[in-house]
Nanobody, 121 residues
Framework: QVQLVESGGGSVQAGGSQRLSCAVS????????MRWYRQAPGKQRELVAS???????SYVDSVKGRFTISRDNAKNTVYLQINTVKPEDTAVYYC???????????????WGQGTQVTVSS
């Protein structure tokens, strides 16, 4: 069974920084693309950043230049560095990963439980 566990959320003042982590554990053969989503109160969940297994990354326009996604393949962990945080970054942040449990199993999409980031002005 695969688990994604996020950490690093909390309260931060506007202009500060926050680093989120998401570790994949369990029966894993391969971890493919990993992504961070966020969901603000009353809004739909949105894709914030993604990174391929090879390290290619992409971002939604609203966070470009402030957010950095990275991964440690040896640890099956993805990170999201959030700099110059803004009140509109307040949301629950979720990690997502494409995972193969064995060499012959289908690719599954797995989600973490979410971590709250609250930005105060």
């Amino acid at each position: 069974q695969v688990q994604l566990v996020e950490s690093g959320g909390g309260s931060v003042q506007a202009g500060g920084s926050q680093r989120l982590s998401c570790a994949v554990s369990g029966s894993i053969f391969r971890v493919g693309a990993m992504r961070w989503y966020r969901q603000a109160p009353g809004k739909q969940r949105e894709l914030v950043a993604s990174i391929s297994s090879g390290g290619a990354s992409s971002y939604v326009d609203s966070v470009k230049g402030r957010f950095t996604i990275s991964r440690d393949n040896a640890k099956n962990t993805v990170y999201l560095q959030i700099n110059t945080v803004k009140p509109e970054d307040t949301a629950v942040y979720y990690c997502n990963a494409l995972i193969m449990a064995t060499a012959t199993s289908p690719v599954m999409t797995s989600w973490g439980q979410g971590t709250q980031v609250t930005v105060s002005s």
